[in-house]
């Protein structure tokens, strides 16, 4: 049985985040989480993205780097398809359909060909951060893990980003991840809102609403490079 301890000597976050969180995981709220997700492995339940790719939104643009932020709700929950990334899914599992909406816009907006795969893990590589609210979810139950204690963690995410980073550019898709917004200075940052890119809203307002053309106009303005949203094959 694996205890308290050894998760948290499991937990491989990169430096820059570890500096800022630290804290947040001595909190009561992270060892009654980490305490729920050791008991539903236990007792045989499927958690999804495995254990070393939960934090890996963090581990994948470390803090100095951020310059976009895409929050999504939570990870998907089919088999194979959850890594880390919000709205991303790994080499080979076809794209989802918000992700599909979200290529179709990027074709729209800036003319790029929809990817053939669904791996976002480029984008992260040039500052845009895919962090979901909720870090992990059970098989087959959607949204199965809200309320256990990850939002806590990633609004002192969103918090922390607020704070240090310098005219960065929130995307925020849907009214979960709008939700975020109050711990944004529009003062100091972009902040774009729009519905979510799922099928059952994408129509009324994701689709057309040119934040990619608008964020790297912002960084362009800021002196910083623009995201090459194209994804290699």
């Known amino acids: 049985m694996t205890t308290a301890a050894e998760a948290d000597r499991k937990v491989q976050l990169e430096p820059s985040w570890q500096a800022v969180l630290q804290q947040e995981f001595t909190k ?5 989480l980490r305490t729920f997700l050791l008991q539903e492995k236990q007792t045989g339940k499927a958690v999804y993205p495995p254990g070393p790719q939960i934090f890996n939104a963090l581990n994948s643009t470390p803090l100095p780097d951020v310059k976009v932020v895409i929050l999504g709700q939570d990870p998907y929950h089919n088999p194979g398809q959850a890594h880390g990334l919000c709205f991303s899914v790994l080499p080979g599992v076809t794209p989802p359909p918000s992700l599909v909406n979200i290529y179709k816009e ?3 907006d800036l003319g790029i060909t929809p990817a ?3 791996c976002l893990q480029h984008w992260a590589a040039q500052g845009v951060l895919l962090l ?3 870090l992990t979810v059970e098989r087959s139950k959607p949204a199965s ?3 256990k204690g990850w939002e806590q963690f990633t609004d002192a995410a969103v918090a922390v980003l607020n704070a240090q980073g310098k005219d960065l550019v929130f995307l925020l898709w849907g009214s979960h991840a709008q939700k975020k917004g109050q711990y944004i200075s529009r003062s100091r ?3 774009l809102e729009s519905p979510h890119p799922s099928p059952l809203s994408a129509h009324r307002g994701f689709l057309g ?5 608008r964020t790297n106009a912002w960084l362009a303005e800021h002196g910083k490079p623009p995201v090459d949203w194209r994804l290699p094959q």
Request: aromatic share 8%; charged share 10%; no cysteine.
């Open 145 to 147: 893990h809200q309320g």
């Open 116 to 118: 053939a795969h669904g």
């Open 132 to 134: 979901n609210a909720v």
């Open 106 to 108: 990027l074709q729209r």
């Open 189 to 191: 940052h972009l902040v």
């Open 209 to 213: 609403n040119g934040h990619f053309s």
């Open 28 to 32: 009561p709220y992270m060892q009654e």
